[in-house]
């Protein structure tokens, strides 16, 4: 019997539950210190007590094929998902209880299992018969960063290495290691070293950016004619398909040979918001009515937000705005890594491709829906 120790705090008079600053697994005697992101906001949090959660290992082996998606049902998991059922892989998803249930997974083949980050007594029986975890999560927009980003992934985490997961793969994002002013970028650092130092055969898998996030912040407001908010930074991203981010996943997931490395996945090209804005343009055939944000605009309203605690959350997530002043370059080569897992960049698709692929088809749909309105009118 292994058992994850997992210490928690609790806040005064909040009766809230959270993840002490420092962790350990009692079978692997470790103890790792949280990230620094915590000193100024918890670190007057009193450790009320500790929660124990019982992980039964009794070495019955597992089949390679049996994978835990965490995350499952975000941009980025479900095409985990996807490629893992096409791939032959028996698939568990760990969705959080609920009110519109998960059903298109079940619906493609995937076993849906209900536990939440925030509760880890809810983890382990999840990872019972599972031989790899791919760790697509990420916290609601309405929640604290820290409380699934960080403290929901040490927990997962911990209970991984307490029964006996054998690989883990772990989403981060690139140049996290170089904005620790950037919450949720520390925290996704912290969370890389944390699994390195656990000993967990582990894969850390850095990314740029989704081009299908494009279709909603662009795409969509460009053919509605509505507004599309762009900033005027000259930051540049790499945006990447999700489906090649999955391909790549699983390709990377069979190669032993890259337990504990780092890799990075990058589109072909990076762009800046007015290249997204005028391709879309041309693509939908008409203009954007675009609203600049200044980027000065975004800095100073995170510092007013900084003044209360109420509006902590929303300071953390304007802390981008410190990334896009930087000139940072989302991307990086990627012959290299195309080498290492046997792929061609030509089967890489582009933004171009993946952009022309949604305006020609859902131009196309709307054409049709417009002709059959005219075929159903009725004139007296």
Known sequence: MQMALLKLSTTPGAGQVQLSWRCSVVAAATTLPFPNYSRSQLGRRRRKGIMRVKCNVNGTPVRATSILVVGATGTLGRQIVRRALDEGYDVRCLVRPRPAPADFLRDWGATVVNADLTK???????????????????GRPEEPIKTVDWEGKVALIQCAKAMGIQKYIFYSIHNCDKHPEVPLM?????????LRDSSLNHIVIR???FMQGLIGQYAVPILEEKSVWGTDAPTRIAYMDTQDIARLTFIALRNDKLNGQLLTFAGPRAWTTQEVITLCERLAGQDANVTTVPVSILRLTRQLTRFFEWTNDVADRLAFSEVLTSDTVFSVPMAETYNLLGVDSKDIVTLEKYLQDYFTNILKKLK????QSKQ?????
């Open 207 to 209: 990314l740029c950016g």
């Open 376 to 380: 159903t009118d009725i004139y007296f």
């Open 120 to 138: 880890p007594d809810s983890i382990p029986a999840t990872l019972v018969g599972v031989h790899t975890v791919i760790d697509c999560a990420t």
């Open 368 to 371: 049709d829906l417009k002709a």
């Open 186 to 194: 520390e925290i996704k650092y912290c969370t890389e070293k944390f």
